[in-house]
């Protein structure tokens, strides 16, 4: 390689960065890993009322988790309230989704918080724009119908990917509830392919299960935590047809540059779990979960 | 026998028979009544043993029904989650075929959750009857149990077909369980298990039965004893002679294991229950040791112990006689002495009332507002409060020793000491009014009262002087009086003014007719030319009056003072003349203030005039102005002052002055110093009742060749202030040449109804007249056409004229209106000011005033 080839091509690499520097670098003044956070004396906590996480009414299980956590830092905590389309965005600075999750091409957007803690997925794509603590929730999405609709659940059998496969049989020609943007979002599942009726609903998680009790449509995608609260609110109205996923896990997000952050709150999540404070949350806002998902809850221990 | 003892004389043996016989009766006596008591005591006790076992039989049967309760409350629990929403849930979903793994295994969860609530572990709360409850499939498998799924497996089999409901003891009677089978939708759907604690068991019969005493234990129906780990009682019988106790609740008696014992027991059966209670008790336990011939002995010797303690009583007794003697006599005393002590204690009381009353009384002298002074009989002062040294000035030391009279006489009332003896010889006070002098020479009025103070005998052994200041009272009282009079006079020539008025408006009115029906050079032209200039003199003269008491009308507005003196500064200095200096200072940034700036010019025009006449030779006029903020105590040194904030107008001259005779009667109306000719005595008058009427107040301050000096106190007003009113030019005539609109003319009184009439005719107007309000508002409708101008007296009978324009300009709103008055009378003096919208001619008038004042009002119409 001679020195102009080498000249050539620092020169376009400077360009390159140059043009995308507007782009893809975040708004100044946001953001900032773990000595941020001190020097700035506040920890903003990123959620969206979801299920027992954030209940909306100034608690929740990731609520005082976070709250703890900012207490633990010597930081004042504050709440900054967002919904699914904006969450990560809101996190990153970077106006991303699941379909445009290239962290480097995504246009900049105001940095908001410093962590989302909302009973997040640990989803492929979520974790290419951002970095996630070790799990705080098991999960899986069901599909789910009215206790008078003609479709029945499917018997176990003792492998979860033959079970979604015999779900997915049983969608075709039928409507089926999501919600895009969420752990709802049928194409995460790749239900296009089953040759169901998609219905994409503008609705809180927490609002599909009443959606389709109202006839909305004949089926509905529901993570296990809305499930646990929709089949004690109305029982003998939903049936569980069966998984449409994999079971998954639910984890807090943190920027890809607030590794510090992130590991500040893994250590301290450790510590919560052996004091017991972990235990006596999920006790208190999810109660069903240690009994639905053992394996989990005692390897948290 | 002793030779000494004296034989017993046969009187005394005879007394010793009757003695001895006695005390055998008594002995016998005494023998039947210890039998009789024992044999009432044997047969109570027996009582008392039947009463004993009754009660523990009784006591039995209700631990037996209190058992029976705990077994059912039980059964009621379990029956109640057997029935409960959340089972029929679980149920509900299994129907609706979802698996354990999708979802079924939430619905258990409440289930479980309920269960655990049943049976907390022990300590948690003591009343909690469960130790475990299960909820068990139709194979037996556990669905939900308190312990936790993952906990102690449910180890017991049973057959659920075999088994009935309700509370059955294991085999091994180690523990209780309750069983309840539930079904769903008519089919047989599981069990519900539940151990009972043995705690709440075992608690349940320590409570009734006492912790110090535990006797019961439960049976079922085989006989066999509930023995929990923990509890495990050794039955003071042989397990095979508890089939021979019957179990209908009778009481027998077993023995013991041990053969010096004896028991007594029984089997009550647990209502609603397989199960029974069995109670073995010592009889000992239960009635005690006491046997019946145990019961007599003990009686004898409390018998003989009862006798014993009587002698020993009547013994005490005599002895405690004597004491009690003694004892009475000591208590009179003390009585005695308790009763000097009270006296003493009252007359202490006493004693400490009148010392109290008369430190009051003391405190009330030192304190008391009036001037008090106490002397000997010959009238030298012994004492003197602080009050009467504030008064005088003199302090008590220096009037001690000195005469009364000294106090209360003053120049000229050297007799008046033998006055006061004179009058205190027959009546018990002297009282009276005079002037005093302070000790800086100051003179006061004081009134003053002297009493005489006497001994039993009526001799005189003190005067007391009571005396109050009432120099500020007088002043107020002078002060009081000059207004009253001020408001009398102004309240009579206000009236005489109103009459005037109209009287003059008619000679006026028709004099200015007659003389413009006469030729030039008739004799008599001269004569009512003559009579118009007396009139216009007297109309002068009234409207002065009007000022004077404050019953002209006032067209207030807010102006600021210096602006409106330097308007009339020029007027002032021609006024003057050039031998005067006439110097106008002002204050910066002066208050405003709300006047009629017509009448203020009356105002300083009359001052002027007056400072005019005092410097005949010449000297200095000054007006000035100031920002004031009067105190209480300021505005108490003018009549009738009253404190705030004011604009001060100060007018002073360097003339001749007054002095104290005249200073009280400037503002009196048609008081004069001047020689006769020279002044009406109205001038100062109308300044009052203007300034009065713009609701300030003035005063005066003169001394006789030091000039005099006028400040006028008009209220701070807060609002902006406004263009002083421009000239108007008087129009004498119609712009037209002859006026073609139509007058409706309101007047009361007829004579001046009709000279209108007459004078607006001949003008050109079409003329309409009306004698009162309702008059012309009939009259109007009766027209139909327009009317242009509205001419009405303000004060009518029946409607005056503001309610009248009122209703008038209602109903005819192109309608202009202009007011016509002799006097704002009281309805105006009420209203105070007319609306500023509406035009207003002060009778008597100039025709050429009034028709002016008609053709600018209906110039002034919107044009179409």
């Known amino acids: 390689m001679n020195y102009s080839c080498v000249q050539r091509a620092a020169k376009l690499l400077l360009a390159a960065c140059l043009a995308a520097l507007p782009l893809g670098a975040p708004l100044a003044g946001d953001g900032g890993d773990l000595e941020a956070v001190k020097e700035r004396g506040v920890l903003r906590h990123l959620g969206i009322p979801y299920a027992g996480f954030v209940t909306g009414s100034g608690d929740g299980m990731d609520v005082e988790l976070v709250r703890l956590f900012a207490q633990r830092l010597g930081v004042r905590y504050e709440f900054v309230q967002t919904d699914w389309p904006a969450a990560l965005p809101d996190l990153t600075g970077r106006q991303v989704s699941a379909k445009a999750a290239d962290l480097g091409r995504a246009p900049a957007s105001p940095v908001r918080g410093d962590m989302l803690a909302t009973g997040l997925t640990i989803l492929p794509w979520r974790e290419r724009v951002a970095t996630f603590s070790t799990p705080v929730f098991p999960t899986q999405v069901w599909v789910v119908a009215r206790a008078d609709s003609p479709v029945q659940p499917i018997k176990p059998s003792g492998n979860v990917e033959r079970d979604i496969a015999a779900v997915k049989v049983l969608l075709a020609r039928r409507s089926v509830l999501g919600v895009s943007a969420t752990c709802l979002d049928p194409s995460l599942y790749q239900l296009e392919a089953t040759q169901a009726q998609l219905v994409l609903k503008k609705v809180r998680l927490d609002e599909v299960a009443p959606v389709l009790i109202n006839g909305e449509g004949e089926l509905a995608l529901l993570d296990v935590a809305d499930a646990m609260i929709a089949l004690q609110k109305w029982p003998g109205r939903l049936k569980v047809i069966g998984p449409i996923s994999v079971r998954q896990q639910m984890g807090v997000a943190f920027r890809k540059e607030a590794p510090h952050l992130r590991e500040a709150f893994d250590a301290f999540l450790t510590e919560v779990r052996r004091d017991g404070t972990y235990r006596r949350l999920v006790q208190k806002y999810f109660p069903e979960a240690p009994i639905y998902f053992p394996d989990f809850f005692i390897a948290a221990r | ?864």
């Open chain 2, 1 to 864: 026998m002793s030779p000494l003892t004296p034989a017993p004389s046969p009187k005394g043996s005879g007394r010793l028979a009757r003695r001895t016989g006695a005390v055998v009766a008594a002995g016998v006596a005494l023998v039947g009544m210890v039998g009789y008591l024992l044999v009432l005591n044997y047969r109570s006790s027996r009582t008392v043993r039947e009463n004993l076992l009754r009660q523990h039989v009784q006591q039995a049967q209700l631990h037996a029904v209190a058992l029976g309760n705990l077994f059912s409350a039980a059964d009621k629990d379990i029956r109640n989650v057997a029935e409960s929403r959340e089972v029929a849930a679980f149920f509900e979903n299994r129907d609706l075929g979802m698996s354990m793994q999708y979802g079924l295994a939430l619905s258990l969860v409440p289930i479980q959750e309920r269960l655990a609530s049943l049976a907390e572990p022990p300590g948690a709360d003591p009343e909690r009857a469960f130790q475990r409850v299960a909820l068990l499939d139709t194979d037996g498998t556990p669905l939900a149990d308190s312990a936790g799924l993952d906990g102690t497996p449910w180890v017991e089999p049973f057959d659920p077909e075999a088994i009935p409901d309700g509370v059955r003891l294991s085999p091994d009677g180690r523990r209780l369980t309750l069983y309840r089978a539930f079904w769903f939708k008519g089919r047989y759907a599981g069990h519900l298990v539940a151990w009972l604690r043995p705690d709440a068991v075992l608690r349940t019969l320590e409570r009734l039965a006492g912790s110090d005493r535990f006797s019961f234990y439960v049976l079922d129906a085989e006989g066999r004893a509930y023995r929990p780990v923990g509890h495990d009682p050794a039955l003071p019988v042989l397990s095979r002679r508890i089939q021979s106790i019957p179990t209908d609740g009778r009481m027998v008696e077993v023995s013991g294991d041990r053969s010096d014992e004896e028991y007594v027991a029984m089997r009550v059966p647990v209502p609603g229950q397989p199960f029974s209670l069995l109670d073995v008790d010592r009889v000992s336990d239960l009635v005690g040791d006491l046997s019946p011939t145990a019961s007599a002995v003990n009686l004898t010797v409390a018998v003989a112990a009862v006798l014993g303690v009587v002698l020993l009583a009547v013994f005490l007794n005599t002895k405690s006689l004597v004491l009690q003697a003694r004892l009475d006599e000591s208590l009179l005393r003390e009585q005695e002495v308790a009763e000097k002590h009270n006296a003493l204690q009252r007359e202490v009381a006493e004693r400490q009332r009148l010392q109290a009353a008369h430190a009051l009384l003391a405190v009330a002298v030192d304190q008391a507002a009036e001037a008090i002074a106490v002397t000997d009989p010959a009238g030298l002062i012994d004492y003197v409060n602080p009050a009467l040294e504030r008064i005088t000035g003199f302090s008590a030391a220096e009037l001690r020793g000195r005469p009364l009279v000294d106090l209360y006489g003053g120049p000229g009332s050297s007799g008046v000491t033998k006055e006061v003896m004179d009058a205190l010889a027959h009546e018990p006070m002297w009282k009276g009014e005079m002037t005093s002098r302070r000790r800086d020479g100051a003179p006061f009025d004081a009134h003053i009262i002297i009493s005489a103070v006497r001994d039993p005998g009526g001799k005189i052994v003190n005067l007391l002087l009571v005396g109050r200041d009432v120099t500020e009272e007088k002043r107020l009282r002078e002060q009081l009086r000059h207004r009253q009079k001020l408001e009398a006079v102004g309240t009579l020539a206000g009236g005489v003014a109103h009459d005037f008025n109209n009287l003059l408006t008619a000679i006026n009115g028709y004099a200015g007719l007659a003389l413009e029906g006469l030729q030039d050079g008739d004799p008599v032209k001269e004569d009512i030319a003559e009579i118009q200039r007396a009139g216009a003199r007297a109309a002068d003269l009234t409207r002065q009056l009007l000022a004077f008491s404050r019953k002209q009308v006032l067209k207030p507005q807010v102006v600021a003072l210096d602006i409106a003196i330097a308007g009339v500064e020029k007027l002032l200095r021609r006024l003057i003349g050039e031998h005067i200096e006439l110097s106008t200072p002002r204050g910066a940034g002066l208050w405003r203030v709300r006047v009629d700036p017509g009448q203020f010019e009356q105002v300083l025009v009359n001052l002027a005039v007056n400072a005019r006449d005092a410097m005949p030779k010449g000297g200095r006029l000054t007006i000035s102005t100031a920002n004031v903020v009067l105190s209480e105590a300021e505005a108490r040194r003018y009549a009738e002052g009253a404190p705030g904030p004011y604009v001060r107008l100060t007018v002073s001259d360097t003339g001749l002055g007054m002095d104290e005779a005249t200073l009280p009667h400037v503002f009196d109306p048609f008081f004069t110093t001047k020689e006769q000719g020279k002044g009406t005595g109205l001038g100062l008058s109308t300044v009052y009742g203007i300034v009065r009427q713009s609701r300030g107040f003035l005063g005066v301050q003169s001394e006789p060749g030091r000039g005099t000096t006028f400040e006028i106190f008009l209220p701070r007003e807060l609002a902006e202030a406004e263009p002083l009113p421009s000239p108007v030019p008087q129009v004498l005539r119609s712009r037209s040449g002859r006026a073609a609109e139509t007058v409706l003319v309101v007047e009361d009184e007829r004579q001046v109804r009709n000279l209108l009439l007459s004078q607006l005719s001949a003008e050109g107007y079409t003329v309409l007249a009306a004698a009162d309000g309702r008059e012309a508002l009939a009259l109007a409708e009766r027209h139909g056409g327009q009317i242009d101008v509205l001419l009405s007296d303000v004060v009518m009978p029946q409607m005056g004229g503001p309610e009248l324009a009122r209703v008038f300009v209602e109903r005819h709103p192109e309608t202009r209106v202009v007011f016509i008055s002799g006097y704002a009378d009281e309805a105006v003096a009420r209203h105070g000011e007319l609306d500023r919208a509406a035009a207003f001619v002060q009778k008597p008038w100039q025709f050429p005033e009034l028709a002016g004042v008609l053709r600018r009002v209906l110039d002034q119409r919107p044009t179409s």
